[in-house]
Each structure stands twice: as structure tokens, then as C-alpha cells.
């Protein structure tokens, strides 16, 4: 195959018999490097190189102006802005950057495209007061001062043009328009040079002057990167530019391009891959490249439209891959440091007095914090121990290690007071992590890249004095690092190649995979990213999505032109934006399908497999015997014996290993600790009553005082937490409504005619039982609500926050009561009406639940029932009734502690 610079350069040689004295100009510095190796290659003696250069290269040459950094150029805008001579109300700096970018994009678009700038701002101006017309004779003050921006831009471009210049500094569309304005004079000055321009296609208009005056001094010479299937095709916009060019160019008029080759109807294998997700691209890329050959890695190139596949792309890349050159550089905003300082400085213009807490963990759990402290993990242990969603400096310090107090001030203290202490303490911060010893090559060189943005910024704020904000410093930050890249070092010219779609540019490869060619990513759609309307653009030329698709168009086709094997791939996922949609470049391809093409489709999916995962299971050794040994003495407990029928490696987890949850912080009141707060308000209502019987006028009193008894609970419960606003304080008002619902409940009962008397509340209880299989004393224990007595009949209560019905207290057989988890609430009931019988037996009782989610029922005593159904129900327990449940109790304990039954884990 011979790429278009092969061709090229040979017919250069043909036409030039000295290449030194020649200027060669292409699209990129890329290009400008293959050309020059393409030379060395081909020359057999030594001789000396000619000038090559890329266009924006000889733009600033041609200009003897140099391209303002961007950042520099927002300072240098917004001292422009404010003194520019008119009566329009200022923007901060803050708000001044939200809109100045796409501005000065704007003022950058004009210049290259070498618009009249008065009428044309005059123009904008109007369609502004059009756009924005008032019923009223009198303009409101908001409209005046928002057409008084618009009739202001002519001055602040023209002052902005003046300071620029006069520093001998430009933006890249200025750089254009000087160059243009500049072409005579450097003609005169290179009249003789000798000028050839390499693989351009779309030109703007200051590029398209620059090219015509150096046409007409006929020792110019330019070839396009075309093909003639295109070329001929006039409906065909991947050669929309160069046609118009040779319409409308006086110097190239009855020409015909030269170097137009015909290379795209010959035979290519067209693969087009429909994938799952982006990383279902990068996987089958990797799987490709893997059965490559070196010989076919030297001659393929991957194409990422979608840049950010370039690190899941890397991480893929297989083990054959001995070569690799990646042209285009990683984003720093990626990084994880990077990631660190945007959560540090947004921590600190989002706060006050105090942190909220994620922004805190977010920052501690951060592998950066993990170089800075010696131990973050207690300051996190202490956050989540007591309960503190908002954290002052002082919590902070008070939980660290004296060695960590000065990194921590750094982080935590008041930045507030001058914007400039911000970029002291993250360059403070930068000089530490320098000096750590963990830290790699990569990380040193992404923490000299920051070091430089913070300098930058302090420099230019030294200068002009307009940070005044946290946030103005992220802004700039954020601006900085949004441009800047690492780059890869490697072998340019061998072994597999990684691209962008622009640094393909003048490059063949026989091999080519492009990568998300989806609609909005290749070619990208509609954006309108500017304050210029598009009525505005189509009446003074400026390029609109038309001209952009044209240029998409083009660099798309061109891979093709030489390449022989072609892997199309695109993302078939919907997904917020992502349409998985294909791009109308593959739907074209299908339609035309020229015959020498091979076009073969594929869907490929991840492979589905069914794992059937095995359930874990536990044997119980003589260390695990001696625990369940340790736990019966002490006692087990009914919420201990539920959890194991629910599932016994839950039990093994919680009982035997005394694994418990990591603590985090609650900053919304969890179900459990909502639980808790009513059981507390309600002890601290009823314990005093303990062996009286219930009045009206006594239920009356604690009515008043339920919001203050509620707020005690969720001082002692629900620790350090916020609950004045929110969800946690409709959760209060909650639990509020539940103790005066259930106080009102029991004034109704005693309305009713009924008498209750007190017994116990909250009595910690428990039960010796004789399990004459085991040689070891077994105990049950538990704390039960509350003891009552209702017109003479014992009851015992348990509380339930959550909803419980009846059907959760009716059992039929006796054998389920320990096998089938749904009946956990039985096992909870009857274990502390055994312990009651324990402590003072009794002929008959009730047990049951009152659950505040279902209060209307009342209390859901437990019952035995002959058959399911509606079949009678007996809700007396006598000595019979705990007789039969201690029987199925027994069996469940002894199933704990046989060594011989493995706990073993249940599908929940």
C-alpha cells in the first residue's frame, strides 16, 4: 500500500530537485513528523532537511505574534471588560467566567473567519433588542441593561484587540486575522520561498487568503488528501471544501487537484461491530489485537472518536503488544489527584462553620489523604462513632494523631479569608506529597503539572487582584486542568498506533479500527456552544453544523481511502445522552456498498453465563463448639434464635466470629434507632408505673409531655444527629404520632371500661433450660416491653416500630414454629412468656405484639389454631401450650450445638 505522503513526496521530488530549500506546511505537528521520517527513509545520502512545519506554526510566523495562555487571557479580558467605557452594570469575576469563554470563542470565530467586526456586532445587537422586544413604551431596567451588554462588545473586542496587540500577544482567531492582514508582507520578505502545503481540507477564511496570495506568486504548490469517488461526486460533502475551493479560487481555476488518487473502490473488508457499552468495544479491540501479528500491529491504527476509551483501552491492550505509540495525551482532570484538589476546593467554598460530612469522608477516604496522614482511619472511626454530619476543624483535630494535626489544619482550616491562602496551602500540600517516597513517576509528574497551574494562577492573580473567591480559584483550576494532558513517549513510526480522529490526519494505515462511531460522538451533531445566532452565521458565512458534519464526513472517509481491513465499532447501549444510536457514516457505507467491499456485520454481547453459586457452609470445630458452649451460658437470645432460622451463617457471622457492621455515620434516622427512641419514650412513660393501674387523667398528663420526652430520646439515640429540618424531622414528628397513637389507644381501651395494671416494663429476664442431650447449662434471656395485666389476664408485650399483622401470630403445627422463619414473632412471644412463667408461674396468659404500623388491630396475641383457615383460635398459653413450644425450642438449640450439623447458608 502507498499512503498518501508516499505519493506525495514522490511527486514532489519529481517536480523540486532540492527538498532542503522547500517549506513544507501540514495539518498538524504529527504529520509534520511522519513527513520528515518518510524523507529520511527514502534519501540514501545526507543532505540537508527541509522547513516543515504545521499551519498554526506558520499562522504565527507569518503574524510574529504569540498565542495567549488561556487562563492568562480571562485575566487580561476581564480587566478589558471593566474598563471598557460604558455604563453597563459589571459582572463579579465569579459570574464573569461562567460567560466569558464562549465570548471570547466567539470574538476567535469572527477573526478567523475575517468578519467586519462593527457591523457585525451591530448587527448581533440588534437581533438581541428583536429578540427581546417589550410591550411597553419604557424598556425595564433588566432589558436596558441587558442590551446595554450586547451594544457594548464592539468597544470591549476593539480595546481587547489594542492591549493584546500591543504585548505582541494574540488569541488563536487573532493570530489568524493578523497573519492574513500580514501575507503581503511577508511575500515580500519570502518571495522567493518556495511553499508547499500537505493533506489540507477544510479551511477558514483567514487560512483561505493566506493561501490564495501565496498561490498567485506561482511557486506555491498545494495537494489535497482526496479521492475521486468523492471528488466526482458533487452531492458527496467528504469533498465539499475542496470543490468550493476550485469553484471560487481565482488561482485555481480550470485546474484539477493534484495527488487525487483512486483508492477507495478497490477491494476492503469492511467490518462493522455493534457492542454492548464502550467497554464492549475495548474488548473485542483487545481480542482482535491478540491473534494479530507484529507485521500486522506495524501497519494498524486505532481510531478513538470517543477519546475517553483511551485508559480502559490501555488497560485492555494484550501481552503480544510489543510496540505502542499514543499520539494523543491522557487528561489530567482524570487523575486522582486532580479528583482530590476539585473535592478539596469545592469543600471549601460549599462551607461554613463547619463540613457537611461526605465532603469530609469523601476527602479522608481518598487515596491522596491516605500519603498526607499517617492515620486517617481513627478520624474516620470518630466521625462515625459520634454521629457528626456537620464537623468543625476542632472535631477534627481532636480526632487526629499529633503527627496529622498540621496536614489537617492545612486541609480543614478557614480558607475563607483570602482566596490567595487557597492556592498557598494546595501548593503547601503538592510540596508534601513531592517529598513522599510512594509516590510514582506518573504522580510526580501529574503533582509538577498542578504545582505549575497553582503558580500560574497566583502569578496572574498578583497581577490583576481579582480572586476574591474559593470558588473563582476552583473555576480557574478546573479551566487549567481541563486542557491539560500527559503524554506517552514511544516509538512514533512502529508498532501499533493510538490515535485521535484529528492526528489521523495525512496518516494510512492498512489496518484501521474506529471506535464509537455512533450519531453525536462520529460525527458529533448539533452544538451551539456561542451567543452567535445562526441566522447571523449563514448571513456572514461562519461555519454552522453543516460545514462541521462536512468536516466529520471527511475524516472519516479518509481513513478509509487506502486502508484494506476496516473495524467499525459502535455502542449499541441507550444511556442518559448516548442514543446507541449508529452513525449515518455506517448507514451510508451499507447503502452504497461498492463492489469490491466486503461488508460483514456483527453483534457481539457479553456471554451470559448461569453460575450456580454454592451455598457456604461451616463445620463446627472444637473452637466454634466452645463459643456456642460460651453464648448458651451466658444465654441466647430470641432475636439470636431467629436469626438463625433465618439463615445459620448469619448467626455464625454475628454469634460465633462477633462480626459486627462497620459504623457509619446516620444522618438519616434509620428504622432501628426510630425503633428504639419510641421504646425508650415509652419506658420512660410507663416505668414509673410499674404495679399501678392505668388511669385516664395519668395518660392525659403524659400527652403533654410527649414532644419534650421524644426530643430527650433523640438527643441519647440518635447522636450529634441534625433533626430540626428534613426527613429526620418529619421522622420525629413520626415518632411523636407513635407514642401519642398508642397513649390514645390505651385511653380509649380504659373508656371502654377495661382495666390495666403495670406489671414490668423492660425487664431483662431468662430461663434455665434442662436439655438432658447437651452436657453443658443452655440459657434464654431477652428484655421484655412490657408485663401487663388486662381485666385480671397476664399479658406480655412486645413492641413493634414496624408493621405486624395477625397472620404473622397463628401457628397450626408446632414442628414449623423453628423451621419456617415467618414465624420469628411466635419464637419472640412465647420465649418471654416462658421466661415470665419462670419468674412467677401462672394458670393462664396472653402474648402478643402491638405494632404502632397497624395500631387499629390492637393487640395481635399469639394463637394456636387446629388447621389453617378460619378455624377457632385458641390465644391462651398455659403450662401445655409452653410445654410444646419449650419441646420444638429444645430441638432448634440442640441443632446449634451439634458438631455434627454444619452451619449451613439458606437462599433468603
Not at 527513509?41 to 498554526?56: C, D, G, L, R, Y
Amino acid at each position: 500500500m502507498q499512503t498518501f505522503l508516499e505519493e506525495t513526496l514522490s511527486k514532489i521530488k519529481n517536480k523540486y530537485e532540492d527538498l532542503s530549500s522547500l517549506t513544507f506546511i501540514l495539518p498538524s505537528k504529527r504529520a509534520c513528523g511522519f513527513l520528515l521520517n518518510l524523507i529520511k527513509q527514502k534519501t540514501n545520502h545526507t543532505v540537508f532537511a527541509p522547513k516543515i512545519i504545521s499551519i498554526e506554526e506558520f499562522i504565527e510566523e507569518i503574524s510574529g505574534l504569540q498565542i495567549i495562555n488561556s487562563t492568562e487571557l480571562l485575566f487580561k479580558s476581564y480587566n478589558i471588560y471593566l474598563n471598557t467605557a460604558t455604563d453597563l452594570e459589571k459582572d463579579s469575576f465569579d459570574v464573569y467566567l461562567t460567560w466569558a469563554n464562549t465570548l471570547l470563542n466567539d470574538f476567535s470565530e469572527i477573526d478567523r473567519h475575517l468578519i467586519p467586526p462593527k457591523p457585525f456586532f451591530t448587527y448581533l445587537s440588534d437581533i438581541q433588542d428583536i429578540n427581546h422586544w417589550y410591550v411597553q413604551e419604557e424598556k425595564t431596567a433588566l432589558v436596558e441593561n441587558y442590551l446595554k451588554f450586547w451594544n457594548s462588545l464592539f468597544e470591549f473586542y476593539k480595546s481587547l484587540k489594542i492591549d493584546l496587540l500591543k504585548n505582541n500577544q494574540a488569541y488563536q482567531g487573532l493570530v489568524y486575522r493578523e497573519a492574513a492582514e500580514n501575507i503581503e508582507h511577508y511575500k515580500l520578505n519570502h518571495g522567493n520561498k518556495q511553499h508547499v502545503f500537505i493533506g489540507f481540507n477544510a479551511l477558514n477564511k483567514a487560512e483561505q487568503t493566506i493561501f490564495q496570495e501565496l498561490l498567485e506568486s506561482e511557486n506555491t504548490s498545494i495537494y489535497w488528501d482526496l479521492d475521486q469517488y468523492f471528488y466526482s461526486n458533487k452531492k458527496h460533502s467528504a469533498s465539499y471544501f475542496v470543490r468550493d475551493y476550485f469553484s471560487n479560487w481565482q488561482s485555481l481555476e480550470n485546474k484539477t487537484p493534484e495527488t487525487v488518487a483512486n483508492n477507495y473502490k478497490n477491494e476492503k473488508k469492511i467490518t462493522i461491530i455493534e457492542a454492548q457499552k464502550n467497554i464492549g468495544q475495548v474488548k473485542y479491540i483487545a481480542e482482535k489485537l491478540s491473534k494479530s501479528t507484529n507485521e500486522v500491529l506495524n501497519k494498524t491504527a486505532i481510531v478513538l472518536a470517543d477519546e475517553n476509551l483511551l485508559h480502559p483501552l490501555l488497560q485492555s491492550l494484550p501481552e503480544n503488544i510489543q510496540n505502542v505509540n499514543i499520539t494523543m495525551g491522557v487528561s489530567l482532570k482524570s487523575f486522582p489527584l486532580v479528583v482530590f484538589f476539585n473535592q478539596l476546593l469545592t469543600l471549601h467554598f460549599h462551607s461554613g462553620t463547619s463540613f457537611y460530612y461526605k465532603q469530609v469522608l469523601a476527602i479522608l477516604n481518598h487515596p491522596v489523604a491516605s500519603k498526607l496522614l499517617k492515620d486517617n482511619t481513627e478520624i474516620i472511626k470518630n466521625i462515625s462513632k459520634d454521629n457528626l454530619t456537620h464537623i468543625t476543624l476542632l472535631n477534627l483535630l481532636e480526632f487526629s494523631d499529633d503527627a496529622d494535626k498540621e496536614v489537617v489544619e492545612y486541609l480543614f482550616s478557614d480558607w475563607k479569608e483570602k482566596s490567595t491562602n487557597a492556592i498557598k496551602v494546595c501548593q503547601t500540600i503538592l510540596l508534601k506529597l513531592k517529598e513522599n517516597k510512594t509516590s510514582n513517576i506518573i504522580e510526580k509528574v501529574v503533582i509538577y503539572q498542578l504545582h505549575q497551574s497553582f503558580n500560574s494562577i497566583e502569578n496572574l492573580n498578583t497581577k490583576f487582584e481579582y480572586l476574591k473567591s474559593i470558588k473563582t480559584v476552583h473555576s480557574l483550576f478546573t479551566e487549567d486542568i481541563a486542557m491539560a494532558t500527559i503524554n506517552f513517549k514511544g516509538d512514533a513510526y512502529n508498532g501499533l498506533q493510538i490515535m485521535g480522529v484529528l492526528e489521523s490526519r495525512v496518516l494510512d494505515f492498512e489496518n484501521v479500527l474506529i471506535t464509537s462511531v455512533n450519531e453525536g460522538v462520529f460525527p458529533s451533531g448539533k452544538s451551539n456552544n456561542s451567543f452567535i445566532t445562526y441566522d447571523l452565521k449563514q448571513q456572514y458565512k461562519l461555519p454552522t453544523y453543516t460545514e462541521k458534519d462536512a468536516i466529520y464526513t471527511y475524516h472519516f472517509y479518509r481513513l478509509l481511502h487506502r486502508a484494506k481491513n476496516i473495524t467499525l465499532l459502535y455502542n449499541n447501549f441507550s444511556d442518559g445522552l448516548s442514543t446507541g444510536e449508529k452513525s449515518r457514516f455506517i448507514s451510508q457505507i451499507e447503502y452504497e456498498k461498492l463492489p469490491k467491499h466486503t461488508i460483514l456485520k456483527n453483534i457481539i454481547s457479553p456471554e451470559v453465563s448461569v453460575i450456580h453459586s454454592k451455598l457456604k457452609s461451616v463445620t463446627k470445630t472444637d473452637e466454634v463448639i466452645s463459643r456456642i458452649k460460651e453464648i448458651a451460658n451466658n444465654g441466647f437470645s430470641p432475636s439470636a434464635l431467629t436469626s438463625y432460622m433465618r439463615n445459620p451463617m448469619d448467626f455464625y457471622y454475628k454469634k460465633i466470629l462477633r462480626i459486627k457492621e462497620a459504623e457509619e455515620v446516620e444522618e438519616t434516622v434509620a428504622a432501628n434507632t426510630l425503633g428504639t427512641i419510641v421504646h425508650d419514650t415509652l419506658e420512660a412513660f410507663y416505668k414509673p408505673l410499674e404495679g399501678a393501674f392505668l388511669t385516664i387523667e395519668t395518660l392525659e398528663k403524659m400527652k403533654t409531655s410527649i414532644a419534650s420526652e421524644v426530643n430527650n430520646q433523640f438527643i441519647n439515640s440518635f447522636l450529634g444527629g441534625d433533626y430540626s429540618k428534613g426527613k429526620n424531622l418529619i421522622i420525629f414528628e413520626v415518632a411523636k404520632r407513635f407514642v401519642e397513637n398508642f397513649i390514645n389507644f390505651e385511653i380509649s381501651e380504659l373508656k371502654k371500661g377495661n382495666e390495666i395494671k403495670i406489671l414490668q416494663i423492660e425487664s431483662n429476664l431468662n430461663v434455665h433450660l434442662n436439655i438432658s442431650e447437651l452436657d453443658f447449662p443452655v440459657k434464654i434471656h431477652g428484655k421484655v416491653d412490657r408485663v401487663d395485666e388486662f381485666n385480671g389476664t397476664l399479658r406480655v408485650i412486645d413492641y413493634k416500630s414496624g408493621r405486624v399483622d395477625q397472620s404473622n401470630l397463628n401457628i397450626v403445627n408446632w414442628e414449623d414454629v423453628t423451621t419456617d422463619y415467618k414465624y420469628s414473632k411466635i419464637i419472640q412471644v412465647l420465649a418471654y412468656a416462658l421466661m415470665i412463667y419462670d419468674y412467677k408461674s401462672f394458670e393462664n396468659a396472653e402474648a402478643g405484639i402491638i405494632s404502632f404500623k397497624n395500631l387499629n388491630n390492637g393487640f395481635l396475641n399469639f394463637a394456636k389454631k387446629e388447621k389453617p383457615g378460619k378455624s377457632p383460635r385458641n390465644v391462651i398459653i398455659t403450662k401445655d401450650v409452653l410445654d410444646e413450644y419449650t419441646i420444638q425450642l429444645k430441638k432448634l438449640i440442640i441443632e446449634i450445638c451439634n458438631k455434627e450439623v454444619p452451619f449451613t447458608e439458606k437462599e433468603v
